[in-house]
């Protein structure tokens, strides 16, 4: 069996009344992503963790900022597309560990849904999904509540 690891992390500044989207899921939030698609750093940082694992590039090689065919796109999509070209290449997901640094809102209400989101798309059950949420204790661009950021890993098998 070939085991591939890759790891994926991504930044999204935040703004007043843009939507957040985490892990497939709308946080309820008076700021969200600004991003050429719908700004879900999560699936952004996941898809990198994904393709790394591959070495086939990161999410804006495959999905340019620059195209109007990816603006305000659903990132599950992207998703969707990125573990298609997986599967093409032989691989399927093992597990998804996702960490995500926003000092505001919680988004301990929100995790199990993301796990429940993301897992039917990578094409395993909730429980290789490992989604992880935490602060920066008010330091640096998270804690001044200017941004999020979001790391990934992922293993894929080829059996």
Known sequence: MD????????VHALAPGLPMWLGGVQIPSETGFVAHSDGDVAIHALCDALLGALALGDIGHLFPDTSDEWKGVDSKLLLEKVVALIHEKGYRVGNADITIALQRPKLAPHIQAMRET????????????????TTTERLGFVGRCEGC??????VLLQP
């Open 3 to 10: 085991i591939r690891i890759g790891n994926g992390y991504d």
């Open 118 to 133: 993301l897992a039917p798309i990578l094409g395993v059950s909730a429980d290789r999904v490992s989604v992880k949420a």
């Open 149 to 154: 950021e979001v790391w990934a890993s992922a």
